[in-house]
């Protein structure tokens, strides 16, 4: 157990639809980086937040969104969504932004199918 | 092109042996590589990283292995066992130094046969 909770593990929804994917970071971790996993494009990093704070962008699109809450948890907004969409999302914490050997931890993810 | 990936993406080892993940780059200027590993169904878990600094960084069972006149880095398993069937990425930050802004290769599926 990486001590990264993800919820759900599991959502079906429609095109057209949006939804929300909730991430609880490690105890005393203050960054928060979120990723797609699908077949064709593998494992890809979207966006990450430091202690509420947006602080990196990665190929995340426009009907994306996300926020880091005052308790730190962070929560990804897909909007519009599409079939592409469908893929496993991650959100991993570290407890620093930077710096060599600070190690980030992954959840378990939320597999997301959209139909 | 991608900038991090891997030379095959599937590799079937006998238990016992040893296995070499192979991955290449192509940003000469890359100076931190991570390897993951993941296990079906699970997040990707951190198994060792090394800096450009260095040639060769060892861990428990796992040497990475860093060539960079080749531009190109390989994880060897010692004694494979079937509890390293996972698929392993080699990743390199976006930004120096941070493990958590990576780029992802595709990834190698390792099984191990008993």
């Known amino acids: 157990d990486s001590g990264v909770t993800q919820t759900p593990k599991h959502l079906i929804t429609a095109t057209g639809q949006r939804v929300t994917l909730r991430c609880s970071p490690r105890?005393?971790?203050?960054?928060v980086y979120w990723y797609q996993q699908s077949l064709d494009q593998g494992l890809q990093f979207l966006i990450q937040?430091?202690?509420?704070?947006?602080?990196a962008k990665g190929n995340i699109l426009e009907r994306f969104s996300a926020q880091q809450f005052p308790d730190l948890h962070s929560e990804l907004n897909l909007s519009s969504l599409e079939l592409g969409d469908s893929a496993l999302y991650f959100c991993a914490s570290s407890v620093a932004t930077g710096g060599f050997s600070t190690e980030a931890f992954f959840g378990q993810g939320t597999r997301l199918t959209v139909v | 092109g991608e900038s991090v990936g891997l030379h095959l993406p599937t590799l079937s080892v006998q238990e016992g042996d040893n296995s070499i993940i192979n991955c290449a780059y192509s940003?000469?200027?890359?100076?931190?590589f991570i390897w993951y590993k993941q296990e079906s169904g699970k997040g990707p878990q951190f198994i060792i990283d090394i800096r450009s600094n260095m040639d060769k960084r060892q861990g428990q069972r796992v040497t990475v292995l860093l060539n960079k006149t080749v531009k190109h880095l390989s994880l060897q398993i010692a004694a494979t066992q079937p509890g390293d069937s996972a698929v392993y990425f080699c990743a390199e930050p976006y930004y120096g130094g941070s493990q958590g802004n990576l780029i992802f290769g595709k990834g190698t599926k390792l099984s191990v046969k008993p």
């Open positions: 105890s005393g971790d203050l960054s």
């Open positions: 937040y430091y202690n509420g704070e947006e602080r």
């Open positions: 940003n000469s200027a890359s100076d931190y």
